[in-house]
């Protein structure tokens, strides 16, 4: 398949994925396929601010009762649920997330996903420019298909082989696009969202 049909899913797609690995900070079982949420700006000041306190707190924990982390170095609120057996840890992170309006680390992760995901809608790639999430997916992805039965010089094996690869980088696209309007909430939040963003 060639590189051109697809670019601009592939582009979408690799940032996507990497800031989507980002947004599972908090359990290992979260994704980009978790449900995300309707984002206002007083919910990213919320998750700003918990995430401030997760990350001392997670610290804390560390050094109390060790590295529970799944690879030594990584972001430290990666390794909050591991320390949930500790009836102090559960307290203390259960008081962080309440405090903030989260009933528990699950809920905190949807919205974690939710900001994340809308994150890198507005986050410029490597030529500068940013993925407004204004594009239309479905557009591009009729386009991508037309010139792959185009191609000629494409035989009826490789051009099967790759609309199947648009098909699936497609479903992936999907799976990682932000919620209408989530990636305009956040965009005044960027700055404080980057070192989040980069804590993985």
């Known amino acids: 398949m060639h590189a051109s049909t697809i670019r601009q899913f592939a582009r979408r797609?690799?940032?996507?994925?990497?800031?989507?690995?980002?947004?599972?900070?908090?359990?290992?079982?979260?994704?980009?396929?978790?449900?995300q949420v309707k984002?206002?700006?007083?919910?990213?000041?919320?998750?700003?601010?918990?995430?401030?306190?997760?990350?001392?707190?997670?610290?804390?924990l560390t050094r109390k009762y060790g590295d529970r982390s799944d690879t030594p170095g990584d972001d430290p609120v990666a390794s909050l649920p591991a320390f949930q057996d500790i009836a102090d840890a559960k307290t203390r992170t259960d008081a962080i997330l309440s405090k903030y309006d989260f009933k528990d680390l699950d809920a905190l992760d949807i919205v974690t996903n939710s900001v994340m995901l809308a994150y890198q809608a507005d986050v410029p790639d490597n030529n500068g420019a940013a993925d407004s999430g204004q594009n239309d997916p479905e557009a591009d992805k009729a386009k991508a298909r037309a010139e792959i039965e185009a191609d000629q010089?494409?035989?009826?094996?490789?051009?099967?082989?790759?609309?199947?690869?648009?098909?699936?980088?497609?479903?992936?696209?999907?799976?990682?696009?932000?919620l209408p309007g989530n990636a305009e909430v956040v965009k005044p939040f960027l700055d404080k969202l980057k070192p989040i963003a980069e804590a993985n």
């Open 153 to 178: 010089s494409l035989t009826p094996e490789k051009k099967k082989e790759a609309l199947q690869q648009l098909d699936e980088q497609f479903a992936s696209l999907q799976a990682l696009t932000p």
């Open 13 to 35: 797609l690799c940032l996507a994925s990497g800031l989507a690995l980002s947004a599972c900070f908090l359990a290992g079982t979260a994704g980009a396929s978790d449900d």
């Open 39 to 60: 984002l206002t700006a007083a919910m990213v000041e919320k998750f700003i601010a918990a995430r401030a306190e997760l990350t001392v707190l997670a610290t804390d």
